[in-house]
């Protein structure tokens, strides 16, 4: 089994700065990345897994420099989260979906990304649209398992108020499927000890007196 402490994941906020990402109605996808991996690094580092994060604030990082920075952590996993959009809303534009490359293993970057997606689906989402390929730069010229998270579409109000309510879970979800795809054992809260029952109350004391000519009352 792999220690945690021997792991490097990477997460990655996609867009950032100038670059929005997908919008809505104000809305902006480079937001929410970051919200949602900010609280997965929260996450890690309660696990005690050391993380990488290609931005931490809202900035600018080039597609080369996020897997450039990846590949020369020589990190284990890198992990880019999304908000999903489409040019109009339909009834199927809803639900999460996990992206590998093209000629990805489905064995070791396979397994990894439906075991994320698996558990973020636990959570509760309107839809799990499983896992796909594509072609997508940080999937193609990084040298570790890759997957790309699209967490909800953000024209969809109910993807949207999802991804408000369940952030913290979802964060929680997407760590408990990177370790178990390292196999490694969730941490479990500690068991508080049972309360004692309460003491019954002390019968009432019964003294003995002696009066001044020796008897007992």
């Known amino acids: 089994m792999v220690k945690k402490d021997e792991l490097l994941i990477v997460v990655d906020a996609g867009h950032g700065g100038w670059d929005n990402g997908a919008s809505w109605n104000g809305r902006l996808e480079k937001g929410d990345n970051l919200r949602l991996a900010l609280a997965v690094e929260k996450e ?5 897994i050391p993380v990488l994060m290609t931005r931490d604030t809202d900035v600018y990082v080039s597609l080369q420099d996020r897997a450039a920075m990846a590949n020369e952590a020589k990190a284990d996993l ?3 989260l999304h908000r999903n959009s489409y040019i109009e809303h339909t009834p199927n534009t809803n639900g999460v979906e996990n992206y590998i490359y093209l000629t990805a293993p489905a064995e070791t970057t396979g397994r990894a990304a439906q075991y994320v997606l698996d558990r973020v689906a636990d959570v509760g989402v309107q839809s799990n649209r499983g896992v796909s390929r ?9 040298v570790m398992p890759a997957m790309l998270l699209e967490m909800g579409f953000i024209i969809d109000e109910t993807d949207n108020l999802l991804f408000d309510e369940h952030l913290e879970e979802y964060a929680v979800a997407i760590v408990a499927g990177i370790m178990q795809y390292f196999g490694i054992s969730e941490t479990e809260s500690p068991t508080p000890p049972p309360e004692c029952p309460p003491c019954p109350p002390c019968p009432p004391c019964r003294k ?10």
């Open 78 to 80: 890198f992990v880019s």
């Open 208 to 217: 003995r007196r002696r009066r001044r000519h020796g008897r007992q009352c």
């Open 44 to 48: 890690l580092k309660k696990e005690n």
């Open 134 to 142: 594509g072609d997508y730069y940080v999937l193609r010229e990084t």
